[in-house]
Structure formats: structure tokens, C-alpha cells
């Protein structure tokens, strides 16, 4: 087959959702998968409402029939005795019910918790309790941690992106939470789509808190619709509420160990986000800041060109020296510096590094506008990120355990940050023409 067709078609499969084109007969993993709630709890996950140091928000998912529910939670302990030493609260539940799907989701946040100590909770009620599991809370200090970084998951969850998701935890199983970058689904009004993405996360979710963007296809309601951020995000989601009022849970910030984290909304409302900006990065204590949103100022694929967004969003991270921006959206990985405005050119003398990255199967070709230092097509990847004091240490991994990428950004007194690039010299970039062919 032409290398062109071949290409078209593979990009044409994932978009569609058929993940096994090498054979006739059914995926059965995903076959078997079950997506409806049962009186168990399930889509048990990890996020933050509140400070991270303090307290800690758990949600999931059980049929209708359960309409009371409790968390459960004591400071976790190598004798099983824990169990005598718990406390027990009740949780907010929610019901969201559709033609085809009805569950109750149900939500607690602990609080008062110690900070940089191990807790172990479990969720349920009566008879249906979860398995326990562990997590640890910020420390107050501005101590060393590690975190992952996913692009668009959205296609073949289940069948390929789980392999993204599971690497990058066997790569940094200390890692404190994970970035997705938006696009976690690629219908995001599907109960099936998202049960996949649960499962492919499976008990990674209920021991490593998340930090959820709301991408495009979050917003993905079908023609002649109003688009809106879908009714599974706030349900199955507990976060924040300190961004604007027009985007509860889709537009907030945390802050972690001397690190402030921007989740930001970028699929509307961005003149307003950018006033709210304003006022969290002019009193930011936080000796860090990245943001997080899922389109891209600098576009990594053809025909992609988000202006408003570069115009509106960029001069503030200019301005308040934001060090890193992590996006998704593109289907493609780059990383590289601001653009010159004088020259065009990427300059790492201007400041903050951009990443786009994709930790799905969905891919597009690269933009031959070469602002970045590093790109691949074809390639899905995650990220690991580890931050103290002084230095910022990036590692950007395909999913089958090469490093692809790496850079270190060392905080300096006056701005701008110390740029070190570390990519690995031996590896060829990888685009389309040199991957299609799979080795033997």
C-alpha cells in the first residue's frame, strides 16, 4: 500500500474508534468490558477541591439502588489493625440519568488531613465496600516530587491508550498526580466511552490524584446543539471551585509544594479567564508556575492556528514568567521556547518552554512551522516531570519505554530561567515515513 494511503487510513481508524485492523475478529477485552455501575463502587478516582497538604476528594460511581455512601479513611499503617482506627463520612451523592445510562455519583472530601503523611480510605456502604488504597498528602515544604503529564487519550481507550496510562505509572510510581491535557474522551456524552477510560486507568486513579482539562471533545453534544461542557464532568469529577463563576470545576488552580498548577478552560470564556489570571499569578507565593489547558499556542500539526488564544493568554505568562505550558489538542508532540517577536525565531532567552503532547493513538502530521526544538508524529508518548527548589527535570517517553525527550529548566534569581536541553542525540526524529513500516 502507499505509504500516503496507509497513513490516511490508520489516522481514519483511530478517529472512528476501530482499534484492531489486523484482524476480522471482535476485540474481546473491550467486548467483555461491562459499563454499567453495579451497587459496587467503581470509577473510583482521586482529585482535589482544596488544599493538597490538608484534604483530599475522592468520587465514584454506583447504580441508582445506593443512594447513601461513605468514605473511609485512617493513617495507613503495616498492621491491618488500621481498620479499628477509621473515620467514617458520609458522602454527596448525584444522580445523572440519561435514555441509555443511570448511575448515582457519589463524593467526599477528607479534610483536617497531616500533611506528607500516608492515609488509606475505601468507599461504600453496607455490604459493597471498595478494596482499600493508599495516598499520601502535599507536603508543606517545597520538597522534591514527581508528576505525569498525558496528552488526548480519546481513541481505543481501553485497547491503546491503556498502555500509555500503565507505562507511564511503571515509570514513576512516586509521581504525586497526573495532567490529562484535555480530549480524555473523544465523545464525551458516551457512558461507555468514559467506563473505558475508567477501566484503562483502573486502580491508578484511586491512589494518584488527577488533574482533569476540559478539551474540545469534552464538549461534544452532536449537531445542531449548543455546545456545553458535558453533565459526566462535574458528576465524576470533584474540583476546585476558586476560577470564574462561568466555569465551575473546568477553570482553577492548585497549588502543590511551592508549585502553582493553571488549569485552565481554553474552549471559551477566555477574556475572562485571563482577568482571573491576572489576579492568581500577580499574588502567586509560589516560587513554580505551569499551566494546563488542552489547545495550543503554538500550533504543533497542519492547519491549526489558535490566534485568540496566543493573543489573549500568552502576554500573561510573558509577564508573570510562567515556566512551562502543557497542552494537548494537536495529535502530535513538540517542545520549544517562545517565539522571538523581532525574529520569528524560537528563542530560549524569552522564557517559558511549550509542550504539546498526545498520549493516545489519534495522530496528525507535524506543522512545517519548526518553532519547536523537538516534534514526532506517529508516536504516542507520556511525560514525567520531577521539581524541587532549583530545578525542573522534564522526560517525555514513548509508550513502549524509550526516552524520547529531555530537558531541565534551572530556576534562576532574575528571569529568564536556566534552559538546558538534554533530547537524546542519537534518536532520529520520528515522523510518519520512517514509522509506518512496524519491525519484525
Known amino acids: 500500500m502507499n505509504k500516503s494511503i496507509q497513513h490516511f487510513a490508520l489516522i481514519f481508524l483511530f478517529s472512528v474508534g476501530v482499534g484492531n485492523f489486523t484482524s476480522a475478529a471482535p476485540n474481546r477485552t473491550t467486548a467483555a468490558h461491562d459499563p454499567f455501575p453495579t451497587a ?3 470509577h473510583i478516582i482521586l482529585t482535589w477541591s482544596n488544599d493538597p497538604a490538608t484534604t483530599q476528594s475522592v468520587t465514584w460511581r454506583t447504580d441508582t439502588s445506593i443512594v447513601e455512601s461513605y468514605g473511609e479513611i485512617a493513617r495507613a499503617d503495616a498492621s491491618p489493625y488500621f481498620i479499628f482506627y477509621t473515620e467514617k463520612k458520609k458522602a ?48 508543606r515544604e517545597s520538597e522534591l516530587f514527581t508528576f505525569i503529564y498525558l496528552g488526548d487519550g480519546q481513541n481505543n481507550l481501553l485497547s ?13 510510581p512516586d509521581a504525586r498526580f497526573i495532567i490529562h491535557a484535555g480530549d480524555l474522551v473523544a465523545n464525551a456524552d458516551s457512558y461507555l466511552q468514559w467506563s473505558k477510560w475508567f477501566k484503562a486507568a483502573g486502580w491508578i486513579n ?5 488533574i482533569p482539562i476540559a478539551g474540545n471533545h469534552e464538549y461534544y453534544h452532536g449537531s445542531g446543539k449548543k455546545r456545553y461542557l458535558t453533565d459526566y464532568w462535574r458528576p465524576q469529577f470533584t474540583l476546585p ?5 462561568l466555569l465551575p470545576e473546568s477553570n482553577y488552580f492548585i497549588d502543590y509544594q511551592g508549585m502553582r498548577i493553571l488549569a485552565l478552560n481554553s474552549n471559551e470564556n477566555l477574556e475572562e479567564q485571563a482577568k482571573w489570571m491576572e489576579t492568581v499569578l500577580k499574588d502567586n507565593p509560589n ?25 489573549t493568554w500568552k502576554p500573561l505568562f510573558d509577564k508573570y514568567h510562567v515556566d512551562l505550558v ?4 494537536d495529535h502530535a508532540y513538540s517542545r520549544g521556547h517562545n517565539i522571538d517577536p523581532n525574529t520569528g525565531i524560537s528563542d530560549p532567552q524569552t522564557g517559558t518552554v511549550y509542550v504539546v503532547s498526545v498520549s493516545g493513538p489519534k495522530l496528525y502530521d507535524l506543522t512545517e512551522n519548526r518553532w519547536m526544538d523537538r516534534a514526532a508524529e506517529n508516536t504516542q508518548l507520556y511525560q514525567v516531570i520531577s521539581v524541587d527548589q532549583k530545578t525542573l527535570s522534564y522526560r517525555s517517553y514513548t509508550v513502549t519505554g524509550e526516552l524520547y525527550d529531555a530537558f531541565q529548566i534551572v530556576k534562576k534569581r532574575k528571569w529568564p ?24
Open 40 to 42: 459496587i463502587p467503581d
Open 92 to 139: 454527596q451523592t448525584e444522580p445523572l440519568l440519561t435514555k441509555e445510562y443511570s448511575a448515582h455519583y457519589h463524593s467526599v472530601t477528607f479534610m483536617s488531613l497531616e500533611p506528607n503523611t500516608l492515609y488509606i480510605y475505601r468507599v461504600g456502604s453496607e455490604d459493597n465496600w471498595s478494596e482499600w488504597f493508599q495516598f499520601r498528602t502535599a507536603s
Open 160 to 172: 491503546m491508550w491503556s498502555r500509555a496510562i500503565r507505562g507511564a505509572y511503571s515509570a514513576a
Open 206 to 210: 484511586g491512589i494518584v490524584p488527577s
Open 241 to 245: 471551585e476558586n476560577g470564574i463563576d
Open 287 to 311: 516560587r513554580w508556575t505551569i499551566a494546563t489547558f488542552h489547545h495550543t499556542i503554538y500550533a504543533a500539526t497542519v492547519n491549526r492556528d489558535h490566534k485568540k488564544l496566543r493573543e
Open 326 to 329: 502543557l497542552a494537548g489538542h
Open 417 to 440: 530561567n536556566k534552559f538546558i536541553d538534554k533530547q537524546p542525540k542519537d534518536f532520529p526524529e520520528r515522523r510518519f515515513d520512517n514509522t509506518l513500516s512496524i519491525p519484525k
